[in-house]
């Protein structure tokens, strides 16, 4: 110190010296602490992903890596946490540092192999195997893997040319046992479901393009080739998501924005026609079909679709035979739909058909037998059975869905033709009486809300099978009696 008192140059680098060794000092303080830090993070990452708590752990390792980017097992243990969370494309740059950093490092080679071999990189993948064996022939690990990179190549090979020969149940079998080491390489299964596609089984196409979608960043084909795949399966829902993850990618992409239009409009008129059934509305409902068909002619689903629920909106019309010829249209593109077939048995029994209703109905229960099915069979089997007997429908010449003064109107004028006051020979006068009877049972009936409802569902309320006490028709077990209740018509009447 004494002699840094000196005056002159060799004084002011005596100072420097001193200034030097005063800034080490707090340097290698500085360094200290942060060092502590860094071991502070690392230790918190460690516990923390050994409690599974994962974000967390990554949060520190991050720390740790900023702190230290020299540190390869930094880089390595936060490529375990992003193994841990599923994120393998994030851990893939973490372990290649950390081999850079320390080239043998033979954990972080073995598992950046590992992951490259599930991605489809086989000759990269390979490499890594290599190396691993070359500093450690007995890794049993390492040949394993190597073993399955090679078959990965020979499986592919066998595959495509299996493809260019058309021979597409050899190339989904080659591709499959291929995906089972190579779950994350895309293009295996998108050469899958272009086979499942070709063989028409789009399903199965649409179960192998789907994971497509998150194993490339940018995967527009995937998601215009779904889109399509789920618009011809009648699924426009599921349609427009993945077009418009499409357009999410690039809104400008021409041909994933024409197919959106496309199906964005459809989805719009198919959605509409059923808030319109819901609310009753049934001839707007049946417009609003006819436009769906006129949006999408060419797709079989669409069309059909369209006309199974005009089939049913006529029937809720009481349109008996405009339904009936409808169904039988929707029946013969689409054989097998229940629904069909139960609209048109309903059809049938507005048009008092019930020997056709009864085959329809049981039809469809060989497809399906539901309750509804079982239900609307037991109907019309019992309105079959009642129109054998008498049909109170019939019997005034009105329809099913006739109202009260439609009813009434026929009720009058059929007993004013078979009054039997109007017959002077005794034979006519009873066949006018049995006939007046039925009319006026029939009006009885049909006028009557709870006995209308009864004989609709297949009972008649005035067959004495169905009351207690028995007894024939002219003991007329209600308080009915058709020459006391006949309105204006006032005769007399001898029984014999």
Same mark, same amino acid.
């Given at each position: 110190m004494e002699s840094c008192r000196r005056t002159g140059l060799s004084g002011v680098l005596c100072s420097l010296s001193l200034l030097c060794v005063i800034l080490d000092i707090q340097l290698d303080g500085v360094l200290g602490a942060a060092q502590?830090?860094?071991?502070?993070?690392?230790?918190m990452g460690r516990k923390l992903l050994a409690a599974g708590q994962l974000a967390e752990a990554l949060s520190h390792y991050h720390s740790a890596v900023e702190g230290d980017s020299k540190n390869y097992l930094t880089f390595y243990?936060?490529?375990?946490?992003?193994?841990? /969370?599923?994120?393998?494309?994030?851990?893939?740059?973490?372990?290649? /540092?950390?081999i850079q950093l320390k080239p043998d490092f033979l954990a972080a080679r073995l598992q950046r192999g590992n992951i490259l071999l599930k991605q489809g990189s086989t000759q990269d993948a390979r490499e890594d195997f290599e190396a691993v064996l070359q500093r450690s022939p007995d890794s049993d690990e390492a040949q394993d893997q190597l073993m399955k990179a090679h078959e990965l190549e020979e499986l592919q090979e066998v595959a495509h040319a299996a493809y260019h020969q058309g021979d597409y149940s050899t190339t989904i079998e080659m591709m499959g046992r291929a995906i089972e080491i190579s779950p994350w390489d895309p293009e295996l299964r998108e050469l899958r479901a272009e086979c499942y596609i070709r063989m028409g089984d789009p399903q199965k196409a649409i179960q192998d393009l789907t994971p497509t979608t998150r194993l490339r960043n940018d995967n527009r084909a995937a998601f215009l080739k779904l889109s399509l795949l789920h618009y011809s399966q009648g699924e426009h829902h599921e349609s427009l998501h993945h077009i418009r993850e499409c357009l999410k990618l690039d809104q400008d992409d021409k041909e994933c924005f024409s197919h959106y239009k496309q199906v964005k409009k459809l989805s719009k008129q198919l959605d509409s026609a059923e808030?319109?059934?819901?609310?009753?509305?049934?001839?707007?409902?049946?417009?609003?079909?006819?436009?769906? /068909?006129?949006?999408?002619?060419?797709?079989?689903?669409?069309?059909?679709?369209?006309?199974?629920?005009?089939?049913?909106?006529?029937?809720?019309?009481?349109?008996?035979?405009?339904?009936?010829? /409808?169904?039988?249209?929707?029946?013969?593109?689409?054989?097998?739909n229940t629904n069909v077939l139960r609209d048109r048995a309903e059809a049938y029994i507005l048009n008092q058909d019930y020997e056709k209703a009864v085959e329809d109905y049981q039809e469809?229960?060989?497809?399906?037998?539901?309750?509804e099915i079982r239900e609307g069979l037991e109907r019309a089997q019992k309105l079959l059975k009642i129109s054998r007997k008498r049909d109170y429908y019939?019997?005034?010449?009105?329809?099913?869905?006739?109202?009260?003064?439609?009813?009434?109107?026929?009720?009058?004028?059929?007993?004013?033709?078979?009054?039997?006051?109007?017959?002077?020979?005794?034979?006519?006068?009873?066949?006018?009486?049995?006939?007046?009877?039925?009319?006026?049972?029939?009006?009885?009936?049909?006028?009557?809300?709870e006995m209308r409802q009864k004989f609709d569902s297949g009972e008649d309320p005035l067959d004495p099978e169905n009351q207690q006490g028995g007894g024939g028709r002219e003991s007329w077990p209600f308080h009915f009696d058709p020459f006391q209740s006949g309105g204006s018509f006032h005769f007399k009447f001898q029984h014999n």
């Open positions: 502590a830090e860094i071991e502070h993070h690392l230790e243990k936060r490529a375990a946490v992003f193994l841990a /969370m599923g994120k393998s494309k994030s851990a893939l740059p973490d372990l290649t /540092m950390a808030e319109l059934i819901q609310e009753e509305r049934h001839q707007d409902a049946i417009e609003k079909y006819e436009s769906v /068909m006129k949006t999408e002619p060419k797709v079989a689903y669409y069309t059909n679709l369209a006309k199974e629920r005009i089939c049913y909106c006529l029937v809720k019309l009481s349109s008996a035979l405009e339904a009936i010829d /409808m169904c039988s249209e929707a029946h013969q593109r689409d054989p097998r469809a229960r060989e497809f399906d037998d539901n309750q019939k019997i005034l010449g009105v329809g099913r869905s006739a109202n009260k003064q439609e009813i009434l109107k026929a009720y009058r004028k059929l007993a004013q033709q078979w009054h039997p006051d109007n017959f002077q020979l005794e034979s006519e006068k009873k066949e006018a009486e049995k006939k007046f009877i039925d009319i006026a049972s029939a009006k009885e009936v049909l006028t009557d809300p």
